[in-house]
Structure formats: structure tokens, C-alpha cells
């Protein structure tokens, strides 16, 4: 018969690199009631911040005296190695456990057992599966609430309840799986993850006052979303990113690459704390046109700026003024009006006929402005406008990716019997997105492995 170790903590902080135990208590349970047990205080060798000692009740002179961990070690393997370890929320107390351990010389590997995660799958429909509220709509009793004792001592008359109740065999069942095994964040409903479907989408994490603190995108919903709650990875960023995350939205999309489109695109527009790579892919400089004080239009890269009448936008200044040369070299405009040269009277192109002098006035403004307005509609021409027809999100509709000028204009969905020569009405049906590198690349590259989901358009002006 298996033997479970029940076990609870109280600790200096909330992640276990770093911080201390102050108390643990050990019950050995064999399936029908408590045969053994261990109890003590810890020096955790730092200072317990105020407010845990106003929650658990343990200060720094309670614990003075008290072994180190180092000191009862041994013991505390002896009872867990081979056991079963069990606790409310456990790999909280079993990545602290772990760890010091560890320091010790003491290799703990044991199979996992959260009574959380236990109480939602037998007892379901509860309001709360926090220990404090649990244990009181189960009329358990819980004293010396948290302290180690009374806590572990609560968990183990939950767990004989569980027992008891679990006539599916769900707990043998969680033990056969891996270590890796799911525990859902301690705010969040399971039936929060029973509502995601299995299709490509995007996802959001809220957090207690609705706030989107992470989002992500997926090809299979549940399943991506279901892998963030697994491993034994638990730091304490993980254990902070977990607790914090109390709802979860989605949107289900027509394809992997729309969802891709849609993360870049939401990310941008909300820039959640713990979103981090995709932050950086907002375009960084533009090209702007301008008519200055004696009627010459002027082309200059400058810093991007949101909805702003760029003509293109790029990540770096490095690539802008590369088209920039192009255009002038090309269409034979003044280096001086396009802000590649600023400290002389003239361009240096001027001194060997690569310039026809409007840097001194000595061209015509309407002449020089054809040239400039030639250059930007060559610069359009040459930028791609198609769309990009694929899987809906049901068999009744297509998804429709938009690019216009060589920048994403949006997307969105059209009957799957829409004509779709009508370019207006399927633009219509569009829903406009900002732009930038990173969501044109991706397209531009999928449009080339699939030419045959592409429809060009004629160029807008």
C-alpha cells in the first residue's frame, strides 16, 4: 500500500531560491490514517520579513534557537524518500523542500500529490479550493491556521476525504503520469481551461482586476494553455506569474499565421508585463515627404511616430537611409533636401552634376518636385498589394489576410462562397491592424511558399 507524506511549510518568501524555511511539519499517512509524524521550527539563517510573521505567527526570536535545516536533514529525507509527497498547492512546498535539501547532499525525487488539484477533479463545485475556505464548507477542522501543524494536519484529514470519495481512481491515476504533472494556478477556475477549444487562436492572461498580463498564441488553445501550468520548473518568477493569473480570454482564429498576426499585433497594443520579445519589433523610423518654406518637397528619414503619414517605415536607421541613397541616386534628387548631408551650403552631388542645384536654389521647385514625386510613386509601385486566402474558423468561411503597399493593412473573414474578384467588398470585410516588420515578413514569406492562396491587387494610390 502506498504511503503518503503530508507536508507543510512556512517559509521567509515565496520562491525557494533565497529564501528559507521557518517551520515544517511531516505526516506519514498509509492510506487510512496518520501513523507518523515530525514537527519543528527552522533557523532559516535570514531575517523573516514583518509582515509574514504577522501572518504565521513565527519571529525571528522563536526561530533563533531552532536547528538549522542542515541539522535535520537526514531525518526529514528519511521520512519523505520513497513516500508520496502531498501538499495544498505542491510544488510550492515541495520545490523549497527540494532545495534545501539539495543543499544538504540529500537527492529528493518523489512522486507529487496536490490535494488542490485532487479536491477540484472529486469534489468539484466548490466556490474556493484555497485550504482556509475549503476546509470549511467540508467542515474539517483547521487550527493554528498558517502554521505547518495545523495546516498539514488539515491536508490530511482532505486527503483521507479524498480517498475516500475518489471512486473513479483519479488519484492512482495522476501517480502513473510524470512528474511534469498540470497544477492550475490557485485563482484560476478549472472551468476556465474546460472552455478552451482545440483551435489556433490567441490567449489572455488576466489578472485579478482584469488586467492583461500575458498573451500568447497557439495552434491547439487548451493544449498551449495547459502547457504553462506543467513542469517542475518553479522559480520565482514562474510561482508570481502563476499566482497572478485569475481569467482567461481567447479568440480563435482561422490559422496558425493569423494567430501569429494577431499576438504581434495585440502585444503591441497592450504590452503586457510579461510579454517580452514581441515589444521590440515596433518600428523604429520612418520616411516622410514635407513641402519646406520655398515650395522643394523634402524626403527624410526621421524617428517613427504612431499615426503619423509615413511613406514606409523601417527597424533601423541604417536600412532607411539605404532606400533613401537609392531613391536619390536614382531619381537624381538633392542630397542636402534629403537630409543626408546638413553641413554644407550644397551637396557634394552638386559639385560633379549628380545634382542639379536645388540645395541652392538653383532649380526650379516644380522641376525638383517631379522628380520627388516620381521617386515615391516608383516607391509604391514597387511595394506589393495582394491577398492572402486561407481556412476559416468553421467550413462556412475563408480567412483573408490584407497587404497594401507593401504594408499589412488587417484581416479578417469572407464567406466561403464570396466572389473574390470583388476586391471591395472583401475589403470591407477587413478589420485594419497596425503594421510593422516583423508581421510583413512573416506574410511576405508565406504569401512566396504559397502562391496559389495569393490574389494581387491593383495599386492604391
Given at each position: 500500500m502506498s504511503k503518503y507524506a503530508i507536508v507543510d511549510i512556512e517559509t521567509t518568501g515565496g520562491f525557494a531560491s533565497g529564501n528559507g524555511i521557518t517551520e515544517i511539519s511531516i505526516l506519514i499517512h498509509d492510506g487510512s490514517a496518520v501513523i507518523d509524524s515530525f514537527e519543528t521550527l527552522i533557523n532559516p539563517e535570514q531575517d523573516i520579513p514583518e509582515y509574514i510573521q504577522a501572518l504565521t505567527g513565527i519571529s525571528n526570536e522563536m526561530v533563533s534557537k531552532a536547528p538549522l535545516f542542515d541539522e535535520v536533514a537526514e531525518k526529514i529525507y528519511q521520512l519523505l524518500n520513497d513516500k508520496i509527497f502531498v501538499a495544498h498547492n505542491v510544488n510550492f512546498d515541495y520545490s523549497f523542500v527540494r532545495h534545501q535539501?539539495?543543499?544538504?547532499?540529500?537527492?529528493?525525487?518523489?512522486?507529487?500529490?496536490?490535494?488542490?488539484?485532487?479536491?477540484?477533479?472529486?469534489?468539484?463545485?466548490?466556490?474556493?479550493?484555497?485550504?482556509?475556505?475549503?476546509?470549511?464548507?467540508?467542515?474539517?477542522?483547521?487550527?493554528?491556521?498558517?502554521?505547518?501543524?495545523?495546516?498539514?494536519?488539515a491536508t490530511a484529514l482532505l486527503l483521507s476525504l479524498l480517498l475516500e470519495k475518489d471512486n473513479e481512481g483519479i488519484i492512482p491515476k495522476s501517480l502513473l503520469k510524470s512528474s511534469g504533472e498540470q497544477v492550475l494556478p490557485p485563482n484560476l477556475s478549472k472551468s476556465?481551461?474546460?472552455?478552451?477549444?482545440?483551435?489556433?487562436?490567441?490567449?489572455?492572461?488576466?489578472?485579478?482586476?482584469?488586467?492583461?498580463?500575458?498573451?500568447?498564441?497557439?495552434?491547439?488553445?487548451?493544449?498551449?494553455?495547459?502547457?504553462?501550468?506543467?513542469?517542475?520548473?518553479?522559480?520565482?518568477?514562474?510561482?508570481?506569474?502563476?499566482?497572478?493569473?485569475?481569467?482567461?480570454?481567447?479568440?480563435?482564429?482561422?490559422?496558425?499565421?493569423?494567430?501569429?498576426?494577431?499576438?504581434?499585433?495585440?502585444?503591441?497594443?497592450?504590452?503586457?508585463?510579461?510579454?517580452?520579445?514581441?515589444?521590440?519589433?515596433?518600428?523604429?523610423?520612418?520616411?516622410?515627404?514635407?513641402?519646406?518654406?520655398?515650395?522643394?518637397?523634402?524626403?527624410?528619414?526621421?524617428?517613427?511616430?504612431?499615426?503619423?503619414?509615413?511613406?514606409?517605415?523601417?527597424?533601423?536607421?541604417?536600412?532607411?537611409?539605404?532606400?533613401?541613397?537609392?531613391?536619390?541616386?536614382?531619381?537624381?534628387?538633392?542630397?542636402?533636401?534629403?537630409?543626408?548631408?546638413?553641413?554644407?551650403?550644397?551637396?557634394?552631388?552638386?559639385?560633379?552634376?549628380?545634382?542639379?542645384?536645388?540645395?541652392?536654389?538653383?532649380?526650379?521647385?516644380?522641376?525638383?518636385?517631379?522628380?520627388?514625386?516620381?521617386?515615391?510613386?516608383?516607391?509604391?509601385?514597387?511595394?506589393?498589394?495582394?491577398?492572402?486566402l486561407d481556412s476559416g474558423r468553421n467550413e462556412e468561411e475563408k480567412s483573408c489576410l490584407w497587404v497594401e503597399n507593401g504594408k499589412f493593412y488587417g484581416m479578417g473573414y469572407i464567406s466561403f462562397y464570396a466572389d473574390i474578384s470583388d476586391h471591395e467588398t472583401l475589403k470591407s470585410n477587413i478589420v485594419p491592424y497596425t503594421s510593422n516588420d516583423y508581421i510583413l515578413n512573416m506574410i511576405l514569406s508565406y504569401a512566396e511558399s504559397h502562391p496559389l492562396q495569393r490574389i494581387d491587387l491593383p495599386k492604391s494610390t
Open positions: 535539501l539539495a543543499n544538504s547532499g540529500f537527492a529528493l525525487n518523489c512522486k507529487k500529490l496536490c490535494t488542490v488539484r485532487m479536491s477540484r477533479k472529486i469534489i468539484p463545485g466548490h466556490s474556493s479550493y484555497s485550504l482556509g475556505k475549503l476546509c470549511a464548507e467540508l467542515h474539517i477542522p483547521l487550527h493554528d491556521r498558517h502554521r505547518a501543524g495545523g495546516d498539514a494536519a476556465k481551461i474546460d472552455a478552451l477549444p482545440s483551435n489556433p487562436g490567441v490567449y489572455y492572461f488576466r489578472d485579478q482586476k482584469g488586467k492583461i498580463i500575458y498573451i500568447g498564441k497557439a495552434v491547439n488553445l487548451r493544449k498551449r494553455v495547459c502547457s504553462h501550468f506543467s513542469g517542475n520548473k518553479i522559480n520565482r518568477q514562474r510561482q508570481e506569474f502563476l499566482k497572478n493569473i485569475y481569467d482567461i480570454d481567447f479568440t480563435v482564429c482561422g490559422t496558425e499565421l493569423m494567430a501569429l498576426i494577431l499576438e504581434a499585433a495585440e502585444i503591441q497594443k497592450h504590452w503586457p508585463e510579461n510579454n517580452k520579445a514581441l515589444k521590440h519589433f515596433e518600428q523604429k523610423y520612418a520616411l516622410y515627404d514635407f513641402e519646406d518654406q520655398n515650395g522643394y518637397i523634402r524626403l527624410g528619414i526621421d524617428k517613427y511616430k504612431k499615426n503619423s503619414n509615413a511613406l514606409y517605415t523601417f527597424n533601423s536607421l541604417l536600412s532607411g537611409q539605404s532606400m533613401l541613397r537609392g531613391m536619390i541616386n536614382e531619381h537624381v534628387l538633392c542630397e542636402k533636401l534629403c537630409f543626408i548631408q546638413k553641413n554644407r551650403l550644397s551637396c557634394t552631388a552638386h559639385e560633379y552634376g549628380g545634382c542639379h542645384g536645388a540645395c541652392l536654389g538653383l532649380e526650379n521647385p516644380v522641376t525638383y518636385n517631379e522628380r520627388v514625386d516620381a521617386a515615391i510613386k516608383h516607391l509604391k509601385s514597387a511595394l506589393p498589394s495582394f491577398a492572402l
